[in-house]
């Protein structure tokens, strides 16, 4: 499974171009499903150039090294990346709907291939309009 991740606000706080504080267990959980030969990692972000460097650097220096960075092999040349479409079967990022859940819950998602409880109902319910006449929709009475 290839699982492509998020740098700024995902595994660090937003901070861009500096580099955040580390969210809890970010680095711990990718580093464990790292050790699964199930599991392949690519640092999927928006920094480039020296940005870039600096971020897969904090990772290298923490135990966390990415099979690829910014592509879907190592060896993938920059000419073939654009658009930068990655062939990934899972994305974690801290922009998805309903934001980036705590690390431990990812790692439980990943791992049992089970996923959070959809919300739908709640928010449908939220925005139905209540029942009303005609006249009462129309005048507000």
Known sequence: MIIAVDFDGTIVTHEYPKIGRELPFAIDTL???QQSPEYQLILWTVREGVELAEAVEY????GLEFYAVNSNYPEEEAEHQEPRKLKADLFIDDRNLGGLPDWGII????TTGKHLEPITNEIQSEYQLPKKGLFSSLFGK
Request: net charge positive; proline share 0%; hydrophobic share 25%.
């Open 31 to 33: 580093k464990r499903l």
């Open 59 to 62: 990772c290298k220096n923490k």
């Open 107 to 110: 790692y439980r998602m990943i």
